[in-house]
């Protein structure tokens, strides 16, 4: 995992979490602090009746690991959301079109509402909130903030992602890479421009923080 923010020789950004919801006001990456809260008060799946019906799985989600019942036909991203109270993945369409439930699955970029949780266990999940370094934005939300790369904000969780994927894949990738790299999210407030200067600079960033995350 990353270097943890209250570590002193995590080099100081300058950017925190605060800051940027104090600036942008709403947003997927405020959903974050939220949904890390409820996660960690509700123990996953306690409330899940006991039935026959129900899978045990071990999920492993942003370096921890939860043990949860699980019904066959639930998607990762109705675990991640309704079990793991993970709501930094946002739901869209729910049919592999748009992009806004992509997470990384052993670092690649995937969608969450096209993958059953039971297929996903013994793989390495990673979602937005996997991101954050405590109270501290991550390299390639930050440029995200810097470049506005947003309006409404609903596509960011999972753009950032996918531009998360793509740079562990590829540390410096051309624009061409970048603009392939989220073509599977779409944008409805048409915020492209900005989105590949965010996929640049957090390219940058990265590079100056040693390719952390
Ligand atoms: S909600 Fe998964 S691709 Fe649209
Ligand atoms: S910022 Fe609104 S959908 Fe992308």
């Known amino acids: 995992m990353s270097e943890h923010p209250d570590d002193p020789a995590t080099p100081p950004t300058g950017f925190t979490r605060r800051g940027f919801i104090a600036t942008v006001g709403t ?21 899940l009746p006991d039935s026959a019906d129900l899978v045990r799985v071990t999920l492993t989600v942003n370096g921890r690991a939860h043990r949860l019942l699980v019904e066959p036909r639930w998607s ?14 946002k739901l869209g369409c729910e049919r592999g079109e748009c ?64 531009v998360e994927g793509l740079l562990r894949a590829n540390p410096g990738p051309a624009l061409d890479e970048i603009r392939a790299g989220v073509s599977g999210n779409i ?12 996929g640049q600079r957090a390219a940058e960033l990265k590079k100056q923080e040693g390719g952390r995350s």
């Open 27 to 47: 947003g997927a990456i405020a959903a974050a602090a939220a949904a890390q809260a409820a996660t960690d008060q509700a123990p996953p799946g306690a409330e």
């Open 76 to 89: 990762l991203l109705y675990v991640l959301r309704e079990r793991l109270g993970l709501t930094a993945t």
């Open 99 to 162: 992009g806004v439930c992509t997470v990384l699955v052993d670092d690649k970029p995937a969608y969450s509402c096209m993958m059953l949780a039971v297929e996903s266990e013994g793989k390495a999940i990673v979602t937005l909130e996997g991101l954050m370094h405590g109270e501290e934005l991550g390299p390639v939300q930050r440029a995200f903030a810097e470049q506005d790369a947003f309006q409404c904000g609903y596509c960011t969780p999972g753009q950032i992602m996918a």
């Open 187 to 198: 944008c409805r407030c048409g915020a492209y421009a900005h989105i590949f200067k965010a």
